[in-house]
């Protein structure tokens, strides 16, 4: 299998098109279907199920994409390794919990885009469980997530602190357990989310069930509906520092094994040599 034949083929299944493909790749129609194609026929088995113009990847080319994947990442890897003095380039796919990458990431990137700028950044935003799952299945080459991270495979970088806070309305009452948020609904990140799984637990303890645990994609979503009375929420502090609530959000502090929480940079033990990883856990350090 060739590296390119392989290279097409990750970019039409994470495209689900052709069309899509080549253009993302920089390559006529034609020459993508071609190539996809031919390596159907060398494996011998079908990688897409094909309806119309809509691909969808089988069982064997999901085996095949784990693989693919791995194999793209030791050949960058490998190349990167025998260029030592050079600057690094290639691509970084880095994964974010939402709200770090609001609060933190913005001058840390767009310093690092001014020092390395033959790097091209990919950035995915998701709970820390889907974040964690993305590197180990080497779809993300590093992570910023909530910690503790118990993955032996995982190399850890502790990089920023975060104090946690409940916020409600403006109006509401002060809040010094979770007994005074009987009946409140609870707004939380997609399940995976270590914040989320954090606030349910001080709730479990409290023995208070909340009224209903409405879910949501963004943090702002989450702050305008908190804003509007209609639940309770947990956030960074940072976050809300960085915006002008204080007249529509109050804000209410927390236990200590609750409210503090450290951000670790992660990245696959295995992966040894990755020059833009290495470049972007310094400008983090």
């Known amino acids: ?15 689900g098109s ?7 790749l920089n390559r006529v129609q034609s020459n993508v279907s071609a190539r996809l194609t031919q390596l159907e026929e060398s494996l011998g088995v079908p990688l897409f199920h094909r309806s119309g113009r809509k691909l969808q990847i089988t069982a064997e080319g999901t085996r095949l994409l784990a693989y693919a994947d791995r194999l793209l990442q030791l050949a960058d890897e490998a190349q990167a390794a025998v260029q030592p003095g050079h600057s690094p380039s290639g691509q970084l796919r880095i994964g974010s919990m939402e709200t770090t990458a609001a609060a933190r990431l913005p001058q840390v990137l767009a310093a690092f885009n001014r020092k390395h700028p033959h790097v091209d950044l990919m950035l995915d935003t998701a709970p820390t469980d889907q974040l964690l799952d993305g590197v180990l299945k080497h779809r993300l080459d590093v992570a910023l997530v909530a910690g503790p991270v118990p993955h032996a495979e995982l190399t850890q970088l502790p990089v920023f602190e975060e104090e946690l806070v409940l916020i409600t309305c403006h109006g509401h009452p002060p809040v ?12 939380v ?8 799984r954090r606030l349910e637990a001080w709730f479990a303890e409290g023995d208070v069930a909340p009224a209903r645990v409405s879910e949501f994609g963004t943090f702002e979503a989450i702050l305008g509906c908190v804003a509007a009375g209609m ?3 947990l956030m960074p502090r940072e976050v809300l520092n960085q915006r002008k609530l204080a007249r529509t959000i109050r804000q209410h502090e927390l236990p200590p094994d609750i409210a503090h929480v450290e951000t670790l940079l992660v990245w696959r033990k295995d992966v040894l040599h990755h020059p833009a990883r290495s470049a972007f856990a310094e400008s983090l350090a």
């Open 1 to 15: 299998m060739e590296l390119s034949a392989l290279r097409i083929f990750k970019a039409v299944a994470e495209e």
């Open 18 to 24: 052709v069309t899509l493909a080549a253009s993302r």
């Open 176 to 187: 010094a357990s979770p007994r005074d948020l009987v009946r409140r609904n609870l707004l």
């Open 189 to 196: 990140f997609r399940s995976g989310c270590t914040y989320r």
């Open 231 to 233: 639940g309770v929420a």
